[in-house]
């Protein structure tokens, strides 16, 4: 991508563009090996980012999904939750980008699933965007926190832009150290 190109990005866009070629490395790794522990090659690609690609890859993979409805915010929030070390990943790339308001929305979310009884692991997961509706106390616990998050990313996504604009130019961002 040529500089005035790279440039004329509005963040999202930033984001977006070094993002993809994360994804597809990891979606193709994962395809690479369907047999073998996803654990393991989930971490063994994660290990490969730099701290600035964790920051962007975990944060982004929350975000493509949590911001489409308070349903979505919900859902992924407890899915990834279940799952200790994706949740402290993404808790650990906004802490990077120093985005205190973002790391208060997760911590938030957290304290609320742990204030329910919510499965704690991927083997007890049975979570349903159904089950959320019909909990009010849930319902009106998140609801400000999606609310929030909403208000936030754009913030979140301008520091990631920001940070990438500094260190990645010319495409570089795409680039998985060894």
């Not at 990834?80 to 070390?85: C, N």
């Not at 802490?95 to 911590?107: A, K, R, S, V």
């Not at 009106?140 to 754009?154: E, G, I, M, Q």
Request: with cysteine.
């Amino acid at each position: 991508m040529k500089r005035f190109e790279w440039d004329s990005l509005r963040p999202e866009e930033v984001c977006q563009v070094c993002f993809e070629p994360l994804i597809r490395i990891y979606k193709q790794r994962m395809a690479d090996h369907p047999l073998e522990n996803s654990e393991v090659i989930k971490e063994d690609f994660y290990s490969d980012l730099t701290k600035r690609q964790r920051g962007l890859f975990s944060f982004h993979v929350f975000y493509d999904h949590a911001v489409e409805s308070l349903e979505e915010f919900y859902w992924w929030s407890t899915y990834f939750g279940a799952q200790p070390k994706i949740w402290s990943a993404i808790q650990s790339g906004v802490n990077y980008l120093g985005d205190e308001p973002m790391l208060q929305i997760l911590d938030d979310i957290g304290l609320v699933l742990k204030a329910y009884p919510h499965p704690r692991n991927l083997d007890e997961f049975n979570v349903t965007r159904e089950d959320f509706v019909r909990n009010q106390a849930l319902l009106d616990s998140t609801s400000p926190l999606f609310t929030k998050f909403k208000a936030s990313s754009p913030l979140t996504l301008q520091k990631i832009a920001v940070i990438l604009a500094i260190t990645s130019r010319n495409s570089s961002c795409s680039k998985i150290s060894s």
